[in-house]
């Protein structure tokens, strides 16, 4: 028994409650960051319904739709993979990890796709043709490259996490026992996907 | 007097119905979205994600199954939010 408790001895100290909910704090945090800009979003939008109109419609809808395709089954790929892990297949685990991946660079690219289209017409800021834009639409464009380009960087940085915890799978450090690294990260992946829910009807679909 | 905290296991398929209602939402919400419901509209637009945000929540991220202090806090901190909307769009429809 008391060799089997100083082999545990490590184990003991691993809190891994404490480490989830520190995770999630931080997620509060960017619940407060990405929810100040939606109330800016819908106070610019209640002041300049038309301008927003205008400005909605010249988003292409098919590629936000692939795009919230795309995430909502990253996600899916992402919980199966902890439940992968809570099974012991660690392999299966990294695999579903990497079809994540896979998902995040597709997402990335519709992204670049349909940046460079905006930027081709000159609809950026600062470009010729977004300063002649009427003030309202100018407005819809500020928070549309705003709030998509900050849930853009967040999709790098949860694939990036992703990959760091599928390397730790690989070396062993995550497993079965010590599963909340792939968790958190999971949690992050998660409210990225939440974020794009929000932000998918506001910019795309909303008449 | 070794406390193991209990692992509950999503099943594979659990969480692959739970990703084909998202898929569903979604096309609820694009459907949806060539109604004008004046004031509401990015209301109803909300209250949609919100739908698709409680089961991602619930399920992806395992709420279901965290212990009560967590689920409050979460529970606690999306109340808040919703509060701050309602107040504000209160706020439009008598502007």
Redesign the interface.
């Known amino acids: 028994m008391s060799s089997e408790s100083v082999s ?1 001895n490590h184990t003991a100290h691993f809190d ?2 404490g480490i ?2 520190g995770m ?1 704090l931080f997620l ?1 945090t960017e ?1 407060l960051l990405f ?1 100040g800009l ?2 800016v979003y ?2 610019y ?2 002041l300049n319904p038309e301008a927003f109109h205008e400005g909605s419609s010249q988003l292409n ?1 098919v590629v936000g ?1 692939i795009n ?2 795309f995430l ?2 990253s ?2 790929t ?3 993979s ?2 992968a892990l ?2 012991g297949d660690s392999k299966k685990a990294i695999d579903l990890i990497m079809i994540t991946i896979v998902f995040a660079v597709a997402f990335m690219f519709n992204k670049y796709y349909e940046w460079t289209i905006k930027f081709e017409h000159g609809m950026f800021p600062g470009m010729d043709h977004y300063k002649e834009l009427p003030p309202g639409e100018a407005q819809f464009f500020n928070l549309y490259f705003l709030m998509t380009g900050l849930h853009a960087v967040h999709v790098i940085v949860g694939a990036i996490l992703l990959l760091i915890v599928a390397w730790f799978i690989k070396k062993g450090s995550v497993n079965q026992q010590r599963i909340v690294y792939l ?1 958190n990260a ?2 992050y992946w ?1 409210l990225v ?2 974020i794009w ?2 932000l ?3 910019f795309y ?3 | 007097m ?1 406390e193991k ?1 209990e ?1 509950h ?4 398929k659990f ?2 119905l ?2 084909i209602d ?2 569903i939402f ?1 096309m609820i ?2 459907e949806i ?2 109604f ?1 419901f004046q004031a509401l ?2 209301m109803v ?2 209250v ?2 919100t739908l ?2 409680y089961l ?2 619930t ?4 709420l279901k199954f965290e ?1 009560r202090f ?1 689920q409050t ?2 529970v606690g ?1 999306g109340l808040l ?1 919703i509060a ?2 309602m107040v ?2 209160t706020d ?1 429809l008598y ?1």
């Open positions: 545990q891994a409650y989830k909910l999630w509060f619940v929810g939606f109330i819908a106070t939008r209640f809808l739709a919230t395709v909502l089954t996600s899916l992402v919980a199966l902890i439940t809570q099974k968790e999971g949690l998660h996907d939440v829910i929000y998918f009807p506001l679909l909303i008449i | 070794l905290n692992v296991i999503v099943d594979y969480n692959i739970v990703w998202l898929l979604t919400t694009i979205a060539q004008d509209t990015v637009a909300l949609i994600a698709k945000t991602v929540g399920y992806f991220m395992h212990n967590l806090i979460v901190v939010f701050v909307l504000l769009f439009f502007y």
